[in-house]
Every structure is written in C-alpha cells, then in structure tokens.
C-alpha cells in the first residue's frame, strides 16, 4: 500500500467525525485533526481504535498522542505495518 491509499483510507476513517468538510475536501499531509477538521479528542480515540482495524496494527499510547496531523498519523501506521 502506498502513501496515497494509506491517506485515503485514512481520510475515509475520519470522515463521521469531521465538524469542518471544506477541510476535508482540501485534506492535505499537513491537516491537523482537531485544528483543522475540528475533532473532538473523544473521537480521536475512536479513530485510533479504527486505524488499528483498518490496518491491522497496534498503536501504542506513545504514538498515539502523536497521531495529531495527517503526516504523523500516516508515518505511524507505515512504521506499525513495516514492524510486522
């Protein structure tokens, strides 16, 4: 899976919790979830939780606080699939 699809899919996971959709339209590696996309940190869990699903991975509580912008949330999810 490349860059882009892991963004997609990840763009897909986010969607139900999005409060700004001009900002997801426009999502780019930069976009911060609750800044930019105006979601809540009890939904950024359920996103984690849903990553995890999605990608069948794990994410620890250290990355975790990291996953705070697109670019983070994807190194993450490559870096927990390359460890597998």
């Not at 919790?17 to 940190?41: C, H």
């Amino acid at each position: 899976m490349n860059r882009e699809e892991t963004i997609s899919k990840l763009k897909t996971i986010v969607k139900p919790y999005v409060k700004n959709q001009p900002a997801l339209d426009n999502l780019t590696e930069e976009t911060d979830f609750i800044n930019d996309l105006k979601i809540n940190s009890a939904n950024l869990v359920d996103i984690v939780l849903d990553v995890e699903e999605t990608f069948d991975i794990v994410i620890d509580n250290e990355s975790m606080e990291k996953m705070l912008n697109v670019k983070a949330a994807v190194e993450i999810i490559e870096r927990k699939r390359s460890e597998k």
